[in-house]
Each structure stands twice: as structure tokens, then as C-alpha cells.
């Protein structure tokens, strides 16, 4: 009963580049959300995607973030000309269509991504 | 306002003491209010749950206490061990389709010492 996978655990990337990071829920979710986390600090809300929609990208910025989450394979969170302020642990969580009452979310171990 | 506010930022206690964090908010449209422990290197775990319709909620040695009117509430770690240092982080949620994400306080690390 595999959790929510993310890959790479570990990203370098230069300024410029892209990087993408991929989440594969658990089995039976079709809700994932992205949260991004700084040093020192908590979570921060990025984007809530179900199977082919984003629902709340309210927390994305405005510029070279994106994300999806296509009928079939993983989501996908890419970030384009990578900055230094880029460099951050990156969080998928998936839920259980929400229903009646709340699902808990579950999260993977993240994606730790440095930018030279 | 969808913000929760998160104290201590960081907090030691003895073994077999009891670990208090705190948590406030502000939008009374949430209706969840979770705590997630992680440890380092790893993701949140959920730790423990309340829904306001409770003032408190017991699963072992941790406890969630509930104001609903003072738009409290904290979480308690009794005989804490060392085994429980990690962050704990508390979030609040509304179930409102669009707006279902978890909002995150801002972390206490716990260091738990022998």
C-alpha cells in the first residue's frame, strides 16, 4: 500500500534552468495538492489539482510556476529559469475525492530542491 | 483571513513532561483543524484531529483542546518522549470545495530531552 511518492528526493538545478518535480498519489486519490516549505518555516499553500483540473492555484506564483495533473501518470510541478529564492523543500499531499466530511491529507517526503 | 497562528516557534521539555503548542485563527468558515508531526528529511504525518463541534479529543499521549469561541486550540503531549522531537505543525481547513486546501501554522520544533 504504497504512500504518495515524490520524485527526485534531490534536485540541483542552475539559475536558469527548469526543474520538475513529480507526485504520484495514493492509490485511490485523485485530489493532490502542492505546498511548498522554506527553511524555518511552515507550509505554504501552492496549487490543489484534481485529474486533468486545477481547482485553487491561488498560492502559485504568478510566473514560471506551473503545474498539472494529467488523466494518466503523475503530477507535475515545473518551475521555469529557476532563481536562487527557488530553493526549497516542495511537498505533494493527496486526498480521497473530499465527499461528506474532511479527508486527511497524506504527504510524501518531498522534493528538496537547490538552486546554484 | 486565512491565516493560523502557531506558538512556540520552538520548545524543549523533560522526559515525561508535558508539551503544550498553541495555535489561534481567524476565519470561522474552518471547520478541521488537524496536526501534522514531521520529522526531519521526511513529509507531515497527520498526528491527531478535532472538528469544533468538540472541545477535546484524546488519542494516547496526545490531547487536542478546543475554543471555539476564543478561536483556540492547542495540542498536548503527555509524558513526552524523546522519541517525540520532531515539528509539530498545526493546520485548519474548510470542507467548501474550492477552498478545501489546509492553511499551516508556522511550526514548533520540539526537543524533548533526557
Known amino acids: 500500500n504504497a504512500g504518495v511518492m515524490q520524485n527526485p528526493r534531490h534536485l540541483v538545478r542552475r539559475r536558469g534552468q527548469e526543474a520538475r518535480l513529480r507526485c504520484s498519489p495514493m492509490k485511490g486519490h485523485s485530489h493532490v495538492y502542492w505546498y511548498r516549505q522554506l527553511p524555518e518555516e511552515g507550509l505554504k499553500f501552492m496549487v490543489y489539482l484534481q485529474k486533468e483540473n486545477i481547482i485553487d492555484e491561488s498560492g502559485m506564483p504568478k510566473e514560471r510556476f506551473s503545474a498539472e495533473f494529467p488523466k494518466e501518470g503523475p503530477s507535475i510541478l515545473r518551475i521555469q529559469q529557476v532563481v536562487r529564492g527557488d530553493s526549497a523543500a516542495y511537498f505533494c499531499?493527496?486526498?480521497?475525492?473530499?465527499?461528506?466530511?474532511?479527508?486527511?491529507?497524506?504527504f510524501g517526503n518531498g522534493t528538496r530542491l537547490t538552486v546554484t | 483571513q486565512q491565516q493560523v497562528k502557531q506558538s512556540p516557534q520552538s520548545l524543549i521539555v523533560q522526559k515525561g513532561g508535558i508539551s503544550i503548542i498553541n495555535c489561534a485563527y481567524e476565519?470561522?468558515?474552518?471547520?478541521?483543524f488537524p496536526w501534522y508531526q514531521q520529522f526531519p528529511g521526511k513529509g507531515p504525518a497527520l498526528l491527531i484531529a478535532i472538528r469544533p463541534d468538540v472541545s477535546e479529543k484524546k488519542e494516547g499521549r496526545f490531547t487536542i483542546s478546543f475554543n471555539k469561541s476564543a478561536k483556540q486550540f492547542s495540542l498536548h503531549i503527555m509524558d513526552s518522549q524523546p522519541g517525540d522531537s520532531a515539528t509539530y505543525f498545526c493546520?485548519?481547513?474548510?470542507?467548501?470545495?474550492?477552498?478545501?486546501?489546509?492553511?499551516f501554522g508556522t511550526g514548533t520544533r520540539l526537543q524533548v530531552t533526557l
Open positions: 476565519n470561522t468558515a474552518f471547520d478541521y
Open positions: 499531499a493527496s486526498s480521497p475525492p473530499q465527499g461528506r466530511g474532511n479527508s486527511p491529507l497524506h
Open positions: 493546520a485548519a481547513k474548510t470542507n467548501t470545495g474550492t477552498a478545501s486546501k489546509l492553511t
